[in-house]
Structures are given as structure tokens and as C-alpha cells.
T-cell receptor, first 111, second 109 residues
Framework: SQTIHQWPATLVQPVGSPLSLECTVE??????LYWYRQAAGRGLQLLFY??????ISSEVPQNLSASRPQDRQFILSSKKLLLSDSGFYLC??????????FGPGTRLTVL | KNEVEQSPQNLTAQEGEFITINCSYS?????LHWLQQHPGGGIVSLFM???GKKKHGRLIATINIQEKHSSLHITASHPRDSAVYIC???????????FGTGTSLTVIP
């Protein structure tokens, strides 16, 4: 069976510090991978998606970036965090374009 | 206007009540998902629908393609059903889902 992992589960970082969130998927090959952000009281916002190693599409311009160094690994990064980057970050995977399964999420607080 | 609208935004029910959450969408879709997000934050996929009706335990999801409307029903609600329920629609092309802002359900014992 397939599972998706995210870490860390929670993170508190100062403004201006770097960020690296990791997502890995087990039990499948060549999944589509997605990064979402959910700000407090708001819906899910797609940040990045990837259909293969090294292939990243950005949906929202911002100070975040994503990378996919391996087939089942998706990393969300920032060189300098802003207060507005606080939120709940969810990774998701899917094989079919219209199917997604979500990870447990990372709650990021930028102070 | 959002492509996916949910109602109500907040819902409080007594244990045992029958609950309905509604989702309307304005785009053509290939699939509609109902998701459940518990206070811890993780999201679980409940249903994926492209037509008709699906049932899983006390949960029932229906979709009317002509009316561009879907409903999630919970029978004999229980406090453990307390969560945010999110409707998500895929337009059939591209990699973007359209998400509703969620319905926060609280079931009181």
C-alpha cells in the first residue's frame, strides 16, 4: 500500500531564516506530487506540482521553491522566510491527474 | 467568485442528527472529491465522484452533474465526525484542483 510522509510535523522559524520541508511517498512509482499551503481560515492553495524528477511547475509566484531530486521525494524550500509564509503545508500525491492523497502536513510558524 | 462554493461554512449538530453539506461548482469537472480534515490537520480522502452516489458507512455522497452540485450526508452523526469537510473539483485538464473553503462541523454529545 502507498503511504506519504512529511517532516517535520511542526516548525517554528524566525523571519529571514531558510526553510526545507520534505515529503516522501512509498509504495508507488512516478507519482504526481503537489505542495499546498493552507493559511488560517482559508482554503488550500496549490504552490507547486511535479510530474517527474526535476520537473517543477509553480502556480503562485513567491519566495518559495520546490525540487524533486528523486522520484518519490519532493522538497519545499525558502532562502528567507517571511511572516506571511506561516501556515499549514500539505504534500499530496496522485497517479491519475484527478486523484490526490494528502500527507499529514507541516505546521509552520514564522516569528 | 470561487469555482467551488460550499455551504454552510460552519455547522453545529447534536449527536445523532442527519447532516448535509453542500458543494456547488461553476466549471466542468471530471471528478469531485470530498475530503475530511481533523483538528490535527491531516486530510483524508472520503469520496471521489464523477456521477451518481457513493456510500461508505454512515457517509453518503451524491453528485448531480447537470446542476453542478454535490452533497455530503452524514447519518447518525457522532462527535468523532467533528472536522472540516472540503469539496474539491478537478476540471479534467491540467493539474489544478479547485477547492472549497471547507465546512467546519461540530457534533455535540
Amino acid at each position: 500500500s502507498q503511504t506519504i510522509h512529511q517532516w517535520p510535523a511542526t516548525l517554528v522559524q524566525p523571519v529571514g531564516s531558510p526553510l526545507s520541508l520534505e515529503c516522501t511517498v512509498e509504495g508507488t512509482s512516478n507519482p504526481n506530487l503537489y505542495w499546498y499551503r493552507q493559511a488560517a481560515g482559508r482554503g488550500l492553495q496549490l504552490l507547486f506540482y511535479s510530474v517527474g524528477i526535476g520537473q517543477i511547475s509553480s502556480e503562485v509566484p513567491q519566495n518559495l521553491s520546490a525540487s524533486r531530486p528523486q522520484d518519490r521525494q519532493f522538497i519545499l524550500s525558502s532562502k528567507k522566510l517571511l511572516l506571511s509564509d506561516s501556515g499549514f503545508y500539505l504534500c499530496a500525491w496522485g497517479l491519475a491527474r484527478d486523484t490526490q492523497y494528502f500527507g499529514p502536513g507541516t505546521r509552520l510558524t514564522v516569528l | 467568485k470561487n469555482e467551488v462554493e460550499q455551504s454552510p461554512q460552519n455547522l453545529t449538530a447534536q449527536e445523532g442528527e442527519f447532516i448535509t453539506i453542500n458543494c456547488s461548482y461553476s466549471v466542468g469537472i471530471s471528478a469531485l472529491h470530498w475530503l475530511q480534515q481533523h483538528p490535527g490537520g491531516g486530510i483524508v480522502s472520503l469520496f471521489m465522484l464523477s456521477s451518481g452516489k457513493k456510500k461508505h458507512g454512515r457517509l453518503i455522497a451524491t453528485i448531480n452533474i447537470q446542476e453542478k452540485h454535490s452533497s455530503l450526508h452524514i447519518t447518525a452523526s457522532h462527535p468523532r465526525d467533528s472536522a472540516v469537510y472540503i469539496c474539491a473539483a478537478h476540471p479534467g485538464t491540467g493539474n489544478q484542483f479547485y477547492f472549497g473553503t471547507g465546512t467546519s462541523l461540530t457534533v455535540i454529545p
